[in-house]
């Protein structure tokens, strides 16, 4: 089999198992990531044809179709009707689409709110507990492998741009692996540190990037009129997407069936850097600043799954994880958000 026909039969779900209980408290903060301005230059990920041959490259195809198809992970691990690929597009490469090859080689990363290192391996977890509204995959795991594989093999064209030979790519533990390359013990191609290269990798591209602050208050009315004209046609009039064959082609924006109030794209601020860039879908930057800080704050002021860091009071888990930009816990419509949550990776038919 040809390594294409490979990758697009290669959905193999070996070495699955059943979810054990991961440790959610850790995932508590899903931190906004430091960001810079979008650069003019990025590096370009390798194409299929430099995939290394033998097991790794197994490893790496797997992981590209957890990437995109990630429903077929369902129900183990997934609670909602998104791919990994709906928020990080182009299977994981775009730039400004907080891309794989700028996540891999910025972990493991200190987070100073609650002094610890975060491992990339937890930062995919945190992904499926929230932005999948499902239930996180445990250390190890071959699904947390695979993926890890996939993200890192993306990342030699940060390291070594045009020279990447996958004869010589380096192969990492699957230990290794999971903790991510921001680290000096890592193993770097050869050819990348002969060339001076350092763990501290220049990653342009990285996250979505920041808007100035919105010139007047970001406004539910005008965003309602701006998703009617921009949106409603994808992703549906209630933000409900749609389906074909059970599966959505356009991903659901509120509602029982998407991210939850944990999740990133749930701050007005990072889901109005998301769509500025990258939505209406193939029209980047078709909306004005004003209109993506007004639409993304009414698409999170719709109700959707339960933060599930609530452990039953709204107030302390506004208190200890939401402010700035979450809407979770604020009254909107004679409403408290928060209050008519939808359930945490509910059991799917
Ligand atoms: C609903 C949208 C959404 C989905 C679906 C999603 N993510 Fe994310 N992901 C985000 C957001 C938002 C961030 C943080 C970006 C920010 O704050 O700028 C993020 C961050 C990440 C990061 C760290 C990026 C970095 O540069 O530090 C990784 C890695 C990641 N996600 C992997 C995954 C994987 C794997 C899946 C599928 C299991 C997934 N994500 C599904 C929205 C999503
Ligand atoms: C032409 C169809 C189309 C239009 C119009 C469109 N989108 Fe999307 N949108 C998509 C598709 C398809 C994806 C998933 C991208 C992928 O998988 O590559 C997506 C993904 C998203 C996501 C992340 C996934 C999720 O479910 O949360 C958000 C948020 C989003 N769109 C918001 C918007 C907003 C806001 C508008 C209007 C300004 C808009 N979209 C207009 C097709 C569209």
Redesign the pocket.
Known sequence: MNKISAIMLGLSLAGMTAAHAVNTDKLAI????P?GKAAGEYPTPPGWDKLPEGEFGEKIIRGYN??VN?QS?SPE??G?G???????MDA?KKENA???W???M??P?YRKKNDRINS?EE??Q???L???N?TPPEHMNPVLVD?SAY?YWLAQGTMTGEQFDPAKMAIPSDEDLLKGGKRDDFPFMQAYLDNGGTAEVK?PG???PKLSDPGQEPDITRGKAVYAQECAVCHGANGEGQKVNDRYVF?PLWGPD??NWG???Q?VN??A??IHKNMPLGQPEKLTEQQAWDVAMYLDTQERPQDPRNKGSLEETTEKFHGGYSQYGKEFNGSVLGTASYPNHPNKP
């Open positions: 899903q931190e906004e990531l960001v957890y990437f990630t992970l691990f997934v909602d998104l791919n990994c690929v709906n928020c990080h994981g907080a891309p794989l700028a996540a891999y910025s972990y990363a990339y930062r995919i945190g992904c499926f929230y932005s999948m499902g993926l993200a990653t990285r996250g979505y991903p998407t991210y999740a990133g794209m701050r990072t889901a850097y998301f």
